[in-house]
């Protein structure tokens, strides 16, 4: 035997001679690689000739370090559960429901510009109308180009389905514009949001639904039967009391029974809640704009409720993260009345009012049928404006500027009272004159905001800096350059201009307004007094012990002979009811 | 998130609007190469961005040795000179939480910290503070309680060594859904088992970190799959602006703070 090594025939041929040698030393060896794992049924040896196989065929760099994982890796692939019956499942992947959702969409899109050709074909002379009843939805892709160019924006891949998607809501819903608002974050999912003005026949149904439900003499009358069923609450409990005295006094010859002491009055609250502030009506003021929200491109889009000035209120007091679900319980003190769609609508409301941003003589107010009517109805303070047509653009360094002289506000700034039009809660005089008497003099002094079109160097300051960051968007390419405007007060409201016409905002973020030092919860109101101040519910110091020694010595009987210690007690227990 | 992906993470990250621009990556991915090649960095990330009066910071991580013991943390206002940031002091950490005032972008600029919680005569009521050791404090705070990475991407070698993983495949879709599969990048503060015992496949090399499912209180982490369930986003509630992204089953991940480097107290209130 010439051969330092066999083949494998050999080897085994071998295994029979038995003396000690170098075969049989690696026969042995080789036995012992193969012996089966009782547990999973493979051996050492095939693991081995796997793990060189699978390293040699793809020839991974540095394979030393990465041993270990290796093997790990083939073992794993080797365990792959066989899944025999269901092998002829198809599983489909998880991107269909969303699939499925976009392509009704793209379809419903689709159908309706093929139907808008063929009817544009047959009638051109009908364009003009036709511009009317089309909703005019602004450009988002050109839009988030250039926020892209800033720094700001959304994914391409979002921001086309989102464009879709307004397209959609245009089609199905009665609105006459369409402006993407922004985005807003939630635990579980996030919103995406479309700021539309509704067509007119739309919004004066919507008026007309308004003013039944809410009528204009409602509130007051609310507010009159309040003191009556107050009243009617107090002579109740009188007469509750009275009944108890009675039961007491029927069941004196039982005994044991302790006698009820004489109860005062039950309290009545003497609060009576401030007449309600009356809500905007649709198409006014905070609810100029009707929102629509949906989780998704290609979801339904589902239209927010109106808010009213106790949302705003107390949405101003809060801070609460969006659930992703509109009909979430939102759990706040003071308490919110409605689900978290009033409670994102009242969110968007003040951010729309906060960070509504455009360069100096981009709108302007505007000329419409509809502002006349509102002008009879409640004065001067919210006209409608409009783009200007004659808006030439501001240089870069103007826009850059660090005072930001040259950006103005186009969102109505709402007042304390939680509307933007100031509402004179004295209107009525002659019916209420007793309510007021309490609330100081009659005139109050009309809550007035910021105008429209306020330069952002007259905003409020956060900590003595301005709350907007102006950035240009480039250095090396200056021609190309634009610029951003950054909100501190709103984190995630930005808002560009180009040199030339262009200039839009758009918020996307977590809803949340920057609270400095932080967040702190409204103090709960003091408690009111339940009786009148008097002896019986004043607090004083108990009689010690000496006192009520000297007290019993003054008051003892001339007649010394036995003592009465009933006197003594009762004397006590009275001191203590008083107490 | 690592520097030379910077341009095919673009479309993933969108922090609070924030996306990056390309001169931004641009200029990023020349300034940051070259700062890894004078400090013989196997690594570099760019972490984020920090909002300033003036001009904004910029901030990158390079990473020699260990992932977790090794890094150093650069600034920058304009992307010429990278600043080394120095060690931060727990002093300052302590202070930068109670400091509102916004950065103004001037390293150099000295500030003044009123801790309130003091009496009036406290020679430790008014401290001065550069804004540089504030930048350092902040940073070190974020990263102690915000950076993370998926389950797998940081490895710990049989010698302790942490290292980024180069084989790294991405977690799974039923795994990504899971707060228990992203964890700190921190020396871990649990006991070093803690977070073996929890789960049943686990991991000498892959668990020896603390996972964000135990962070006080749970929902501090707002998980959310996107693109039809392909990435995942995770979003800090305690550092709004800090988020981190996963494609599921890529090796494509990444962490980047944009923000004011203020810390949100608020969060109970939130949830």
Same mark, same amino acid.
């Given at each position: 035997?010439?051969? +330092?090594?066999? *083949?494998?025939?050999?080897?085994?041929?071998? +295994?029979?001679?038995?003396?000690?040698?170098?075969?049989?030393?690696?026969?042995?060896?080789?036995?012992?690689?193969?012996?089966?794992?009782?547990? +999973?049924?493979?051996?050492?040896?095939?693991?081995?000739?796997?793990?060189?196989?699978?390293?040699?065929?793809?020839?991974?760099?540095?394979?030393?370090?990465?041993?270990?994982?290796? %093997?790990?890796?083939?073992?794993?692939?080797?365990?792959?559960?066989?899944?025999?019956?269901?092998?002829?499942?198809? /599983?489909?992947?998880?991107?269909?429901?969303?699939?499925?959702?976009?392509?009704?969409?793209?379809?419903?899109?689709?159908?309706?510009?093929?139907?808008?050709?063929?009817?544009?074909?047959? @009638?051109?002379?009908?364009?003009?109308?036709?511009?009317?009843?089309?909703?005019?939805?602004?450009?988002?892709?050109?839009?988030?180009?250039?926020?892209?160019?800033?720094?700001?924006?959304?994914?391409?891949?979002?921001?086309?389905?989102?464009?879709?998607?307004?397209?959609?809501?245009?089609?199905?819903?009665?609105?006459? +514009?369409?402006?993407?608002?922004?985005?807003?974050?939630?635990?579980?999912?996030?919103?995406?949001?479309?700021?539309?003005?509704?067509?007119?026949?739309? /919004?004066?149904?919507?008026?007309?639904?308004?003013?039944?439900?809410?009528?204009?003499?409602?509130?007051?009358? /609310?507010?009159?039967?309040?003191?009556?069923?107050?009243?009617?609450?107090?002579?109740?409990?009188?007469?509750?009391?009275?009944?108890?005295?009675?039961?007491?006094?029927?069941?004196?010859?039982?005994?044991?029974?302790?006698?009820?002491?004489?109860?005062?009055?039950?309290?009545? %609250?003497?609060?009576?809640?401030?007449?309600?502030?009356?809500?905007?009506?649709?198409?006014?003021?905070?609810?100029?704009?009707?929102?629509?929200?949906? %989780?998704?491109?290609?979801?339904?889009?589902?239209?927010?409720?109106?808010?009213?000035?106790?949302?705003?209120?107390?949405?101003?007091?809060?801070?609460?993260?969006?659930?992703?679900? *509109?009909?979430?319980?939102?759990?706040?003190?003071?308490?919110?009345?409605?689900?978290?769609?009033?409670?994102?609508?009242?969110?968007?409301?003040?951010?729309?009012?906060?960070?509504?941003?455009?360069?100096?003589?981009?709108?302007?107010?505007?000329?419409?049928?509809?502002?006349?009517?509102?002008?009879?109805?409640?004065?001067?303070?919210?006209?409608?404006?409009?783009?200007?047509?004659?808006?030439?653009?501001?240089?870069?360094?103007?826009?850059?500027?660090?005072?930001?002289?040259?950006?103005?506000?186009?969102?109505?700034?709402?007042?304390?009272?939680?509307?933007?039009?100031?509402?004179?809660?004295?209107?009525?005089?002659?019916?209420?004159?007793?309510?007021?008497?309490?609330?100081?003099?009659?005139?109050?002094?009309?809550?007035?905001?910021?105008?429209?079109?306020?330069?952002?160097?007259?905003?409020?300051?956060?900590?003595?800096?301005?709350?907007?960051?102006?950035?240009?968007?480039?250095?090396?390419?200056?021609?190309?350059?634009?610029?951003?405007?950054?909100?501190?007060?709103?984190?995630?409201?930005?808002?560009?201009?180009?040199?030339?016409?262009?200039?839009?905002?758009?918020?996307?973020?977590?809803?949340?307004?920057?609270? *400095?030092?932080?967040?702190?919860?409204?103090?709960?109101?003091?408690?009111?007094?339940?009786?009148?101040?008097?002896?019986?519910?004043?607090?004083?110091?108990?009689?010690?012990?000496?006192?009520?020694?000297?007290?019993?010595?003054?008051?003892?009987?001339?007649?010394?002979?036995?003592?009465?210690?009933?006197?003594?007690?009762?004397?006590? @227990?009275?001191?203590?009811?008083?107490? | 998130?690592?520097?030379?992906?910077?341009?095919?993470?673009?479309?993933? #990250?969108?922090?609070?609007?924030?996306?990056?621009?390309?001169?931004?990556?641009?200029?990023?991915?020349?300034?940051?190469?070259?700062?890894?090649?004078?400090?013989? !960095?196997?690594?570099?990330?760019?972490?984020?961005?920090?909002?300033?009066?003036?001009?904004?910071?910029?901030?990158?991580?390079?990473?020699?040795?260990?992932?977790?013991? =090794?890094?150093?943390?650069?600034?920058?206002?304009?992307?010429?000179?990278?600043?080394?940031?120095?060690?931060?002091?727990?002093?300052?950490?302590?202070?930068?939480?109670?400091?509102?005032?916004? $950065?103004?972008?001037?390293?150099?600029?000295?500030?003044?910290?009123?801790?309130?919680?003091?009496?009036?005569?406290?020679?430790?009521?008014?401290?001065?503070?550069?804004?540089?050791?504030?930048?350092?404090?902040?940073?070190?705070?974020?990263?102690?309680?915000?950076?993370?990475?998926?389950?797998?991407?940081?490895?710990?070698?049989?010698?302790?060594?942490?290292?980024?993983?180069?084989?790294?495949?991405?977690?799974?879709?039923?795994?990504?859904?899971?707060?228990?599969?992203?964890?700190?990048?921190?020396?871990?503060?649990?006991?070093?088992?803690?977070?073996?015992?929890?789960?049943? =496949?686990?991991?000498?090399?892959? =668990?020896?970190?603390?996972?964000?499912?135990? =962070?006080?209180?749970?929902?501090?982490?707002?998980?959310?799959?996107?693109?039809?369930?392909?990435?995942?986003?995770?979003?800090?509630?305690?550092?709004?602006?800090?988020? $981190? !992204?996963?494609?599921?089953?890529?090796?494509?991940?990444?962490?980047?703070? #944009?923000?004011?480097?203020?810390?949100?107290?608020?969060?109970?209130?939130?949830?």
């Amino acid at each position: 035997m010439s051969q +330092t090594f066999l *083949l494998e025939p050999d080897i085994i041929a071998a +295994t029979e001679n038995v003396m000690p040698d170098l075969n049989n030393d690696l026969v042995m060896a080789k036995n012992f690689l193969k012996q089966q794992s009782a547990a +999973t049924g493979d051996s050492l040896y095939d693991h081995l000739v796997d793990v060189v196989h699978k390293i040699l065929s793809q020839k991974p760099p540095d394979i030393v370090d990465q041993f270990e994982q290796y %093997s790990w890796e083939v073992k794993r692939e080797k365990f792959r559960p066989n899944f025999d019956l269901l092998n002829d499942i198809y /599983l489909a992947p998880p991107q269909l429901a969303i699939v499925r959702r976009l392509d009704e969409m793209f379809r419903l899109i689709a159908s309706k510009n093929q139907k808008l050709e063929d009817m544009g074909e047959e @009638e051109q002379e009908l364009d003009l109308e036709e511009d009317s009843t089309k909703a005019r939805v602004a450009d988002l892709i050109e839009h988030n180009y250039y926020f892209r160019e800033g720094g700001y924006g959304l994914p391409d891949s979002e921001c086309y389905a989102l464009y879709i998607a307004l397209q959609m809501l245009a089609i199905k819903e009665p609105v006459a +514009t369409v402006r993407f608002f922004g985005k807003i974050y939630g635990t579980r999912s996030n919103y995406y949001i479309a700021e539309t003005d509704l067509t007119i026949e739309e /919004l004066d149904r919507r008026i007309r639904e308004f003013e039944m439900k809410d009528m204009p003499g409602e509130g007051e009358g /609310l507010e009159e039967a309040h003191p009556q069923e107050v009243e009617e609450q107090k002579e109740l409990s009188d007469n509750t009391e009275f009944h108890k005295v009675g039961e007491g006094e029927a069941r004196e010859e039982k005994p044991k029974e302790p006698v009820p002491p004489k109860l005062p009055p039950e309290p009545v %609250s003497t609060w009576q809640p401030p007449p309600p502030i009356p809500v905007e009506r649709p198409g006014q003021g905070v609810n100029r704009k009707v929102y629509w929200v949906c %989780s998704q491109p290609g979801e339904q889009w589902i239209c927010l409720p109106d808010v009213t000035p106790e949302q705003l209120r107390v949405a101003r007091l809060t801070v609460r993260c969006m659930t992703g679900d *509109l009909d979430a319980e939102v759990l706040t003190f003071p308490p919110f009345e409605g689900t978290e769609r009033n409670y994102l609508r009242a969110q968007v409301a003040r951010i729309a009012a906060a960070t509504s941003v455009s360069p100096q003589g981009f709108f302007t107010y505007g000329s419409g049928e509809e502002e006349e009517d509102i002008d009879l109805e409640e004065g001067a303070g919210d006209l409608a404006f409009n783009p200007n047509p004659f808006y030439q653009g501001h240089t870069l360094k103007d826009l850059l500027d660090p005072d930001l002289t040259y950006w103005v506000h186009h969102g109505r700034y709402i007042l304390k009272q939680g509307r933007t039009l100031w509402w004179n809660p004295n209107a009525d005089m002659e019916e209420g004159v007793e309510e007021e008497e309490d609330e100081g003099p009659p005139p109050v002094a009309p809550e007035l905001g910021p105008a429209l079109f306020t330069s952002l160097a007259e905003d409020a300051r956060v900590e003595g800096v301005r709350a907007w960051a102006a950035r240009g968007s480039s250095a090396l390419a200056a021609e190309r350059a634009l610029a951003t405007l950054r909100s501190a007060l709103w984190p995630g409201a930005v808002a560009y201009a180009t040199t030339g016409k262009r200039s839009e905002c758009m918020y996307i973020g977590w809803g949340l307004k920057l609270q *400095l030092p932080n967040f702190s919860p409204l103090q709960l109101p003091r408690p009111q007094d339940e009786y009148l101040i008097g002896p019986e519910v004043m607090e004083m110091a108990d009689p010690t012990f000496a006192d009520e020694e000297a007290y019993r010595i003054a008051h003892l009987p001339p007649p010394p002979p036995p003592e009465l210690p009933g006197e003594g007690e009762g004397f006590g @227990e009275e001191e203590e009811d008083e107490d | 998130m690592n520097v030379h992906k910077l341009w095919e993470y673009r479309e993933y #990250v969108n922090i609070n609007g924030m996306m990056l621009t390309s001169e931004l990556i641009s200029l990023l991915q020349n300034s940051l190469t070259l700062l890894q090649i004078e400090n013989h !960095f196997t690594h570099v990330q760019y972490w984020g961005q920090l909002y300033a009066i003036d001009a904004d910071y910029h901030i990158a991580c390079g990473i020699t040795g260990d992932a977790i013991a =090794d890094r150093k943390y650069f600034y920058t206002t304009d992307f010429k000179f990278w600043g080394l940031l120095p060690k931060p002091k727990r002093k300052y950490k302590l202070l930068s939480l109670i400091t509102t005032f916004p $950065f103004r972008g001037d390293p150099a600029l000295k500030i003044k910290v009123l801790d309130e919680a003091l009496e009036d005569n406290h020679p430790d009521k008014c401290r001065l503070m550069k804004e540089e050791s504030r930048l350092a404090a902040t940073i070190s705070n974020i990263s102690d309680e915000a950076e993370i990475c998926a389950r797998g991407q940081l490895i710990q070698q049989p010698d302790g060594c942490v290292v980024i993983n180069p084989n790294y495949y991405g977690l799974t879709a039923p795994e990504a859904k899971l707060l228990k599969s992203y964890l700190h990048i921190r020396q871990p503060q649990q006991r070093w088992n803690t977070n073996l015992l929890t789960r049943q =496949d686990y991991n000498y090399s892959m =668990d020896f970190l603390d996972s964000i499912d135990q =962070d006080i209180p749970s929902g501090c982490w707002s998980l959310s799959l996107e693109k039809s369930g392909s990435v995942a986003y995770l979003r800090s509630l305690y550092w709004p602006g800090m988020t $981190f !992204f996963h494609k599921v089953r890529t090796p494509d991940a990444g962490f980047l703070y #944009v923000g004011n480097g203020r810390k949100n107290m608020d969060v109970p209130f939130l949830l």
